[in-house]
């Protein structure tokens, strides 16, 4: 049987954990994390929990150990796990900016190390995440990952690590372009003299009903958008202001960028300083 130790059950660990539950019967799941809250909502979807990584006996052997901790204590954390390379653990991070050669050299040589980039909507089982591993990780354990995250949505490794941080700027940040999106189609609902609560309701159920117009449809987003961008019509007055100058894919763009940046940032950050946490139970990776 697989055994899965997952480190932190933060926001992203609850997630990850509902789909396991129901699309996994049979795994066993083991938690840790010293918030007991967090350890009670872990037993109750059916995994073993511990506050520390002491309590957490040889006997378990785990398959795969899974970090969902913030980046800026992962150094810490990771060290108290280390013992599990010598049974032969598999260490998967879902850490922003740290590379699989970070976590190399602070493990005994040899260990299998995946690093993923899963993104919000692994909470409601329709999330995006991509990983890649390294030479010793064995085909029976990347299919065990490609399992769990695909429980909770779509997953796909890839074998260049230099797609990881592009990866982390286009699915693993971009709920929140899309959070930001309603926000502005609500706002230009209101100043249209829409009500408040039914302008936030159509922005939803417009992104909602796209997103899955374009997930079920053989079409490209391009495609689509020109079926509902009649000559002349009123999608297309709003899509020329949209496009003119290629604002928008110019903006979406540079914000990408900053983000792809950003996680190149914190693993020189974290190469050169070493962040203790003021909260000792922050161990959520979902977000950064």
Known sequence: MNSVLLVGCGNMGVAMLQGWKNGLPGLSIHVVDPNPAFREVACDLGADANAVAEEVGEDIAPTLIIFAVKPQIMADV?????????????????????????????????????????????????????????????????NLCAALFESNGVFEFVDDETLIDPVVALSGSGPAYVFHL????????????????????????????????????????????????SPKGTTLAALEVMRK????????????????????????????????????????????
């Open 78 to 142: 990771l060290a108290e796990y280390a013992r599990f390379a010598f049974c032969g653990a598999t260490f998967l991070t879902l850490a922003a900016g740290l590379t699989l050669d970070w976590f190399a050299r602070r493990l005994p040589n040899g260990t299998p190390i995946i690093r993923c980039v899963p993104n919000l909507p692994i909470a409601v089982r329709a999330g995006a995440t991509v990983g890649i591993a390294n030479a010793y990780v064995k085909e029976p354990v990347r």
């Open 182 to 229: 309603i926000e502005a189609l609500k706002e230009g609902g209101k100043n249209l003299r829409l009500p408040s609560d039914l302008a936030e309701r159509l922005a939803v159920w417009t992104v909602y009903g796209a997103g899955l117009q374009a997930m079920q449809s053989d079409l490209t987003a391009a495609e689509l958008r020109r079926q509902v961008s």
């Open 245 to 288: 100058d290629d604002r928008m894919v110019s903006l979406v763009s540079r914000a990408m960028e900053a983000a792809a940046d950003r996680s190149r940032e914190i693993a020189r950050e974290l190469e050169v300083r070493r962040i203790v946490p003021s909260d000792p139970s922050a161990t959520d990776a979902s977000a950064d």
